[in-house]
């Protein structure tokens, strides 16, 4: 038995993410939080006649900060039992802000739901979606450390967009319509420059013209702004992201039923992960996206694929690297202050 919970349920990715659980056939649970509307989201799903029972749990009325004992109960209902939690919750960017302007509002959004979740369900796999995912991760590290819970290896930070657009975005370079048949490392973390496609790494391997390559890399690292440049206010990639946090949860989950191969760059705590070590210390961070074999008990191995990058790849990761200390310590004080 599977139990699944999507924190921010309600929101642009939080709603087709749920439609996309609901249909999961790994998942015999779900529920859903969200400080609005959530009832509303769950009985709509609950009409769709697929294996998945589904409970909606919302905060007390105009509490935007979840934080009234209504809420906190709200939350436990939600959580107690999880096996995966998916959070999607926060403000998304509009046009003209970086991901790092999201910081003030959703450091504090993602600290208070990683304590529920160190209180209702210690053992869950955690994958944070939220944005900055660069500091929303540490920080999450941060709270579950202090609370004597904190499992490296079930902390993930879902960086699959980046490698969904890097599979994309290279077949208009071979003119191979199926992406079944790409695969892309992308390594680092989840904003602009720290974000690393590793083209010389794909698999089966493509010939990208010379004066292609960093319009390529750019448009993987950038490809968010196309987006919310185009909805103009409205918010960011919510549909995409929906269909890449889902390809990662189902990983995620099938991992932990056992099944044995499956392989997903995400942002994980070097430190606490088997082959994460030289990893750290070949960049001299904590934190980094890097290939990881998941299994039963989360991450199994990070796969140290830094070795096999290119010349100008290399270059790449050390300006990922600038970036994303910066991004790792803003997390941790935040967290730790
Ligand atoms: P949205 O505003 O449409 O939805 C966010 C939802 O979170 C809302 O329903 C809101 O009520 C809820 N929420 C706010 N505070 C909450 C709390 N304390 N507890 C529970 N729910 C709470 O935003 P959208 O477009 O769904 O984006 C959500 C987040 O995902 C943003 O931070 C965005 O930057 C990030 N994102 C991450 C991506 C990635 O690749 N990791 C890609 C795209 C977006």
């Known amino acids: 038995m599977v139990k699944a919970v999507v924190l921010g349920a309600s929101g642009g990715i939080g709603q087709p993410l749920s439609l996309l659980c609901k249909i999961s056939t790994l998942i015999d649970e779900l529920a859903l939080f969200d400080v609005v509307n959530t009832p509303g989201v769950a009985a709509d799903l609950s009409h769709i006649s697929s294996k998945a029972k589904i409970e909606g749990f919302v905060a007390a009325k105009g509490d935007m900060k979840g934080e009234t004992e209504e809420t906190e109960t709200a939350k436990k209902n939600a959580l107690t039992g999880a096996d995966v939690v998916i959070i999607p919750a926060g403000v998304p960017r509009k046009p003209g802000m970086t991901r790092d302007d999201l910081f003030n509002i959703n450091a504090g959004i993602v600290k208070g739901l990683v304590e529920a979740c160190a209180k209702y369900c210690p053992k869950a796999a955690i994958l944070v979606i939220s944005n900055p995912v660069n500091s929303t991760v540490p920080i999450a590290a941060e709270v579950l450390k202090k609370a004597g819970v904190f499992d490296p290896k079930k902390l993930f930070g879902v ?21 079944d048949k790409v695969v892309v490392p992308v390594i680092g973390g989840h904003s602009g420059n720290t974000i690393v496609p590793l083209f010389s790494q794909a698999k089966p391997s493509v010939d990208i013209p010379g004066d292609k390559l960093d319009a390529l890399v750019h448009r993987v690292q950038f490809g968010g702004d196309e987006v919310v440049k185009a909805k103009d206010g409205a918010g960011s990639a919510t549909l995409s992201m929906a269909y890449a946090g889902f390809r990662f949860a189902e990983s995620v989950i099938k991992a932990l039923k056992g099944e044995k191969g499956i392989v997903e760059p995400t942002f994980v705590y070097l430190p606490g992960v ?33 070795g096999s ?10 300006e990922c690297i600038k970036g994303l200390k910066t991004n790792i310590e803003s997390g941790v004080t935040f967290a730790t202050k």
Do not use: H, M, W
């Not at 990893?279 to 008990?297: N, Q, R, W």
């Not at 990058?309 to 050390?318: S, T």
């Open 159 to 179: 960086t699959t967009l980046d490698v969904v657009r890097a599979e994309t975005f290279i077949q208009d370079i071979s003119g191979e319509r199926n992406t």
């Open 274 to 306: 088997s082959g994460g070590d030289e990893i750290a210390k070949a960049t001299g961070v904590d934190y980094f996206s890097v290939p990881c074999e998941l299994g039963p008990s989360g991450v199994e191995k990070a796969t140290n694929i830094l």
């Open 309 to 318: 990058a290119n010349d100008n790849e290399k270059k790449l990761i050390d």
